[in-house]
């Protein structure tokens, strides 16, 4: 910056326009790390509420028993939503967020028969989202039926 006699000292439009782009060269960065901490935010987040969903659903068909038709040997069986049996007779909906599915599968372990004094059910629940426009995640949790022979 050079000074004229006679006149104020100021920056020309040529320092000014350097400051500028460096000022912005430098703000780039940051802004595309603020932007890449949010998508691991959100990520966490749908994790959070899948495996909450996968529990749920596990709780739900080991409170229904070892006999109920919603807990019958099966592959695939979307649940969505849950519904509670309410103490009065009505039925209470548990809500899902409509980005995520469950499906539930029942399987029967192979074990002999008469070493086992329990009959056994297996419970896989699998919960699944497809978070903008990326390849499909999914989490399973896996939880035992039991009932005496």
Not at 66 to 72: E, H, I, M, Y
Not at 140 to 148: D, E, K, P, S, V
């Amino acid at each position: 910056m050079r000074t004229i006699p006679g006149r104020p000292a100021a920056f020309t439009i040529v320092e000014v326009m350097i400051a500028v782009l460096i000022i912005g060269a430098s703000m780039t960065p940051i802004f595309f790390m603020f932007s890449r901490s949010s998508t691991g935010t959100v990520q966490s987040r749908d994790e959070v509420l899948a495996y909450a969903y996968a529990q749920e659903m596990l709780e739900f068909a080991q409170a229904r028993g070892f006999d109920d038709p919603q807990v019958a040997v099966g592959e695939n069986r979307t649940i969505t939503p849950l519904e509670l049996r309410a103490l009065g007779g009505g039925a209470i909906a548990l809500p899902v967020d409509p980005r995520f599915t469950r499906v539930l599968h029942v399987r029967v372990p192979p074990l002999s028969a008469a070493a086992w004094p329990y009959q056994y059910k297996v419970l896989v629940a699998e919960v699944s989202w497809k978070p903008n426009d990326e390849q499909t995640r999914s989490v399973r949790l896996t939880g035992l039926l039991t009932r005496a022979k």
